[in-house]
């Protein structure tokens, strides 16, 4: 028989805990594996404990879901947890926010137990589970995206080192303020370099900017943070990327 499910339990309030900690003790292939009320216990306790899903309340005292999910993320020692966010309510901003923040799930609390015992199995395979008003919103959100044009050669010279590197990041998910601390450089400089990048490659908007990154391969799905620079491609070289993410 294979191990059961490790979960860990990150809500603010005893009687969620318990209610969640019954349903998953009541399932034959999973267990809890612990439980936390705030961000920063819930942080020590996953990259301490290991689980197998930890499940977060996107109210989570001390930041919120969000903000321990990225910790996590961050993390090298948990980065590989998978996380799932639950919300109270729908909103767009916090859907897309916890993908950016790297969760593999996200559902709403009012999900049935069953459906919630399900997709705490799909995202502790590895695989991605949003509640279905959510996929529906996302996949509305992508089909009216329009989508960049892949810059051209000319365009791509015009960028400074700087700015590739300050495009990998944005692509990655660090905030300017996170872009900022990691070059030693003001938040205003950072959102300079972001908006000489968005003129000079024709990109509407930050999203769009994300989209040529990738595009470009300055980063690859599923690579989040650790960046490792590499040298300027000599001109007479195909043109390829200067950065990429491991």
């Given amino acids: ?63 919120g879901g969000l903000e321990a999910a990225r910790r996590l993320d961050e ?15 729908d909103d767009d901003d916090e859907l897309f926010a916890a993908l950016r923040a790297g969760a593999r799930g996200y559902l709403l609390k009012s999900t049935e137990p069953p459906d919630l015992m399900q997709a705490v199995r799909v995202v502790a395979s590895g695989e991605a589970l949003l509640s279905p008003s959510a996929t529906r919103r996302l996949i509305s959100e992508f089909a009216s995206q329009p989508q960049p044009q892949v810059p051209s050669a000319e365009q791509l010279e015009e960028l400074t080192a700087r700015e590739r590197e300050v495009i990998a990041l944005v692509a990655a998910g ?44 300055l980063v690859r799905p599923g690579a989040r943070r650790a960046l490792r620079a590499v040298p300027d491609v000599p001109m007479s070289a195909p043109r390829r990327p200067t950065l990429v993410l491991r």
């Fill in 174 to 217: 660090l905030r300017n303020d996170e872009i900022a601390e990691r070059f030693v450089i003001s938040p205003a400089t950072v959102k300079t370099h972001v908006s000489r990048a968005l003129r000079k490659l024709d990109a509407r908007d930050r999203a769009q900017l994300v989209a040529i990154a990738y595009q470009l391969g």
């Fill in 1 to 63: 028989m294979s191990a059961p499910i490790r979960v860990l339990i990150a809500d603010a309030q005893p009687i969620v805990r318990a209610g969640f900690a019954a349903m998953l003790e009541g399932e034959d292939d999973m267990a809890v594996a612990g439980a936390a009320s705030g961000v920063d216990e819930a942080v020590a306790l996953i990259c301490e404990l290991r689980p197998d899903v930890a499940l977060l309340d996107l109210e989570l005292p001390g930041g």
């Fill in 75 to 89: 993390d090298p020692r948990c980065s590989d947890v998978n996380v799932m966010i639950l919300a109270a309510h």
